[in-house]
């Protein structure tokens, strides 16, 4: 097989793909891998009806084991991470979510920059956050060929713009002038094939399942005093140039932007909580405290109001994380 291109986006990444395959024909060159954000209770079917509709190339939703073939689109399915097995072969996997998401981007660019080093071109389009900078990394590290979406041109350019800040692509263009340079670069030379780096393929086979003991994490990094979000375990930091990501041995994966807005949504739920229990305590003491008398009845009025300052402190708190995350959102 020849080249290979793979494709991440989030939010606004519809208009993104349909902008992009459109400006494809039938006989192109090479197969066609994306991922694009969905949640988990989606079946993606719209999303690919629409893509389908406005494509000239043959849009379908990947199945395990197919086999990969020029001019043909290959959505990942939702709450399922798309992968491209060492058989060169489609793999879809229910595996650990990484930056929050499944499917995530990084494992395919990670798993086709395992298996087709220097044939492969990624591209990365518009979205929040940034899943997909540390498999750009990867692909660049393994000799492929690195494309960000202009933040400019996107609708959403938290994306494109974290890998720019964190890595030298080969070209950043608006979505427009995408499909003429990826017929450009199908049909140029091949880079130079470079071998595979070894925490690479540690990762990849991580995220496929062949892999996921303490030995393998621990080559990769170094363990940190922080926890999983995902499952409760350890994790360990590794440093990518730039770029610094978590990883626990279950598989689980953060950047460190992913981590803290995990944690944040991990502590207003623990609050949520608190705060549910605690107004529970109040309402029961002081129903408790209606059908007594002398310092039964008052201790237990006591110990509500002491409650109900609680209560106002955990209030307070929510409201000020409220605040914080309006003004996040506005930046």
């Not at 990394?137 to 202009?150: F, K, S």
């Not at 030379?189 to 780096?197: H, L, M």
């Not at 990094?221 to 730039?242: A, T």
Request: aromatic share 4%.
């Amino acid at each position: 097989m020849g080249k290979v291109i793979v494709i991440g986006t989030s939010a606004g990444g519809l208009s993104a793909l349909k902008a992009l395959i459109n400006q494809l024909q039938p006989s192109f060159p090479a197969p066609i891998l994306v991922v694009m954000h969905i949640s988990a209770d989606a079946t993606g079917n719209l999303l690919l009806d629409a893509l389908d509709q406005q494509s000239n190339i043959k849009c379908e939703k990947a199945v395990s084991g197919a086999t990969l073939k020029d001019g043909h689109l290959y959505l990942a399915p939702s709450d399922h991470h798309l992968m491209v097995g060492d058989d060169q072969r489609i793999l879809v996997t229910k595996g650990a979510q990484e930056n929050r998401s499944r499917p995530a981007i990084d494992p395919l660019f990670r798993s086709a920059a395992v298996v087709f080093g220097n044939r492969v071109i990624g591209v990365l389009l518009t979205g929040y956050l940034d899943d997909g900078t540390a498999g750009l990394i990867a692909i660049r590290r393994c000799g492929g060929t690195l494309i960000v979406q202009d933040p400019q041109d996107a609708e959403y350019p938290d994306m494109p713009a974290n890998a720019l800040s964190q890595i030298k692509v080969d070209y950043c263009v608006p979505i427009s002038e995408m499909g003429g340079l990826l017929y450009q670069l199908l049909g140029s030379k091949t880079a130079k094939k470079i071998p595979i780096p070894k925490d690479i393929l540690i990762e990849a086979k991580i995220a496929k399942r062949v892999l996921s003991d303490l030995p393998a994490v621990n080559a990769l990094g170094e363990q940190v005093p922080f926890n999983c979000p995902g499952c409760g375990g350890v994790l360990w930091k590794m440093d990518d140039g730039p770029s610094t990501r978590f990883r626990c041995h279950v598989g689980h994966a953060y950047t460190a932007q992913a981590l803290i807005t995990e944690q944040t949504l991990k502590i207003e739920e623990t609050m949520w909580t608190a705060l549910r229990m605690f107004e529970e305590r109040r309402n029961l003491l002081t129903t408790f405290a209606k059908g007594q008398t002398g310092a039964v009845s008052t201790s237990a009025l006591e110990r509500a109001k002491l409650s109900q300052i609680h209560i106002d402190r955990i209030k307070a708190i929510l409201l000020a994380d409220g605040e914080e995350a309006t003004q996040d959102a506005s930046a």
